[in-house]
């Protein structure tokens, strides 16, 4: 089943690749060219205090960071459409009330599908393969609270009041407040 769920995911990735074209016309709702360019998306720490995601404060931190991400189409006035974010990343999260720590690998790819108004956390669906990290807020969210590390191919929608709907193709989630339980 492992070797069927990592073909699948190898899959999707070729397909996912395939699907974004190397140059377009500038009238195809694209970037004109030039645009169409890789950029560092560097990723920021972050800290949440007790019972926001765990029910003790945490705070994440990138180990290593080396996402990028590519515009591949736009609204006429010129927000963003559709874009694709991938590239390593590790982040180590700590339960700050104890010191305990782990290094998640949240190196997946998505490629995000912004409705009018939309940004990368409201108004957009997600469509991923491989690990992110997520936080899921209670009665926010289709999930309990908790700190997860969806892994497998998935998409996460977020509606316009920012409600988070995380449905599988494939995979599952693990929540590392789990392991960072005092």
Not at 40 to 53: C, D, K, L, R
Not at 99 to 117: A, F, H, K, N, Y
């Amino acid at each position: 089943m492992r070797r069927f769920t990592y073909l699948a995911m190898a899959t999707a990735t070729a397909v996912l690749l395939a699907a974004v074209p190397a140059s377009a016309a500038p009238d195809n709702g694209r970037p004109p060219s030039g645009d169409d360019e890789w950029v560092p998306v560097p990723s920021a720490p972050f800290e949440q205090e007790a019972g926001i995601t765990c029910d003790f404060p945490i705070r994440g931190e990138p180990v290593l960071d080396r996402v990028v991400k590519m515009v591949l189409a736009t609204y006429p006035d010129g927000s963003s459409k559709r874009e694709i974010y991938t590239g390593a990343l590790i982040y180590r999260v700590t339960n700050t009330a104890t010191g305990e720590s782990v290094e998640v690998d949240i190196s997946g790819t998505s490629v995000l599908q912004m409705r009018p108004g939309g940004s990368y956390s409201n108004n957009v669906t997600w469509r991923v393969w491989g690990p992110i990290l997520l936080g899921m807020h209670k009665d926010r969210s289709n999930y309990p609270s908790g700190m997860y590390v969806p892994n497998g191919i998935y998409t996460l929608d977020v509606s316009k009041s920012g409600y988070r709907t995380l449905r599988f193709t494939v995979g599952s989630a693990h929540n590392i407040c789990d392991d960072l339980q005092p």
